[in-house]
């Protein structure tokens, strides 16, 4: 039995029986050292993270579309996914997605299907379709999945939820959430003066084709590579896809913030097509869930270009000038706030909040000994615990997220139906509820996600 099908069958075994680790740190294990095989997709950027969380482990293969970026001493370099996995499927453990929003999906189901656990970054997936394919392909592959949103593995968020589940805050019936971005013509966000970008001559080094993926032919510019394709819905999911899985990280996991009925556009920047607006304002409404009050829940950004801001609760006990960035939580008995990263929970009222450190609730949640996504999910692997923003969570948080997204892409009020998977008051939109895809880039489906 090679490396990849030790730990492939141990943790199918860990998944079903939920008693022993698949293995630990000197014990029997996929090799003599217990360190990981890992690839990277996507070799610069963000992939940083996942290179300084995983560094006792092997990093194998560096795949990236730009050969500047996919060399790494001891690494075998490649510029295509699909012939990284075929060469090396076999020697590799897991996998980390490091590419723009719109590679997401295809690299991280062609690394599920091979059996290899997978790290992918924050927005799992370009569109909503995706992350529900993503969300059964875990369950069928029984694969260790992790969504890269560091405040998931925060104290923070846990300690949230323990407040709010102790009664602190009573019924939870509005929440205003955002961040403050984006910054134009910085290191992530672009704004053109025109679109279509004009077309420029491809850099050598760089693999133009493999980048689009399974996007529509579009000529290269080199706005969108290495980091501002954040800035155009075709690539990126812009300041939504950037930040809702860290700033909603805690009102969707905390409240179970999963199936909104009506997404609206209140307020929009007027933008060039297919380009990222100014600001915006974006409502979803979320109906009663078991015994939660049904809550709306607002998203602001853009606040640095004259957006609409952040209002802090009545009473807020902490400065002239609140954050304009992270969550303020309106409750039926206290406010509360939660900074960008889903962390540092505290009462809005100064005088709430010491009296609730006097009388905290008792730790409900097990706090994450490991520091960050990437090292959370190295040792759930190795040792069967599943990761706090596994898929099943993450392709939830993602799909709130991307139905904010298609409202401040198109403007102008959803209509949602979960269990169908339809925009039922604006039937044309259904067509970005699951993009087509360029031949030669079709993975999922096999998979029936219409419904829960």
């Given amino acids: 039995m090679n490396r990849r ?3 492939k069958v141990t943790a199918a075994a860990g998944a079903a029986s939920c008693v022993a680790p698949r293995f630990s740190i000197g ?3 996929p090799s003599a050292n217990s360190k990981l095989n890992i690839a990277m997709i996507g070799g610069g950027g963000v992939a940083g993270m996942a290179y300084g969380a995983l560094n006792g482990e092997n990093i194998v293969a560096v795949c990236d579309v730009d050969e500047n970026r996919n060399k790494r001493e001891g690494a ?3 510029t295509d996914f699909r012939v990284m996995l075929d060469k090396m499927g076999k020697e590799i453990d897991g996998v980390c997605v490091n590419t723009p929003d719109h590679t997401h999906f295809v690299a991280t189901m062609a690394a599920m299907e091979r059996g290899i656990h997978v790290c992918t970054q924050k927005p799992l997936t370009h569109n909503i379709w995706q992350a529900r394919v993503l969300r059964e392909a875990a369950k069928r592959y029984k694969v260790v999945t992790n969504m890269g949103n560091q405040g998931h593995t925060y104290g923070g968020i846990r300690a949230m939820r323990e407040l709010y589940e102790a009664g602190f805050l009573g019924q939870v019936t509005e929440i205003h959430c955002g961040i403050s971005g984006p910054t134009w013509n910085g290191r992530y966000f672009h704004k053109p003066a025109e679109m ?6 491809v850099p050598a080094h760089l693999k133009w084709d493999l980048w689009l993926g399974p996007q529509s032919e579009t000529p ?5 590579h290495p980091e501002r394709w954040r800035s155009f819905w ?3 999911t812009g300041m939504l896809g950037d930040w809702f899985c ?3 990280d805690g009102p969707v996991w905390v409240l179970e913030l999963y199936e909104p009925t009506v997404i609206e556009c209140v307020e929009r920047d007027e933008t060039l097509p297919g380009v990222i607006p100014n600001s915006s304002l974006i409502r979803w409404d979320f109906p009663q869930r078991g015994d939660k009050a049904p809550c709306t829940v607002y998203w602001h950004d853009g606040m640095v270009n004259g957006g609409k801001p952040m209002q802090a609760p009545e009473g807020w006990g902490y400065g002239e000038n609140p954050p304009q960035k992270g969550s303020y939580w309106y409750g039926t008995k206290e406010d509360a706030y939660l900074d960008e990263r889903s962390n540092h929970p505290r009462l809005a009222k100064r005088e709430a909040m010491n009296a609730y450190n006097q009388n ?5 949640y097990p706090r994450v000994r490991a520091n960050g996504p990437h090292a959370e999910w190295a040792q759930a692997i190795k040792d069967g615990a599943a990761c706090g923003a596994n898929f099943d969570y993450a392709s939830r948080l993602t799909e709130t997220c991307l139905l904010g997204v298609l409202a401040q892409r198109f403007g102008g009020r959803i209509e949602w139906d979960a269990e169908t998977m339809t925009i039922t008051n604006r039937k044309e939109l259904n067509d970005f509820v699951r993009e087509p895809v360029r031949k030669g880039w079709e993975y999922g489906n096999g998979f029936q996600v219409a419904g829960r």
């Fill in 5 to 7: 099908d030790f730990v």
């Fill in 234 to 236: 075709s690539f990126g």
């Fill in 360 to 364: 905290k609730p008792p730790q409900v």
């Fill in 27 to 29: 014990q029997p294990g």
């Fill in 196 to 201: 279509p970008l004009p077309a420029q001559d």
């Fill in 220 to 224: 290269y510019n080199r706005v969108y």
């Fill in 246 to 248: 860290h700033v909603g």
């Fill in 76 to 78: 075998r370099s490649f």
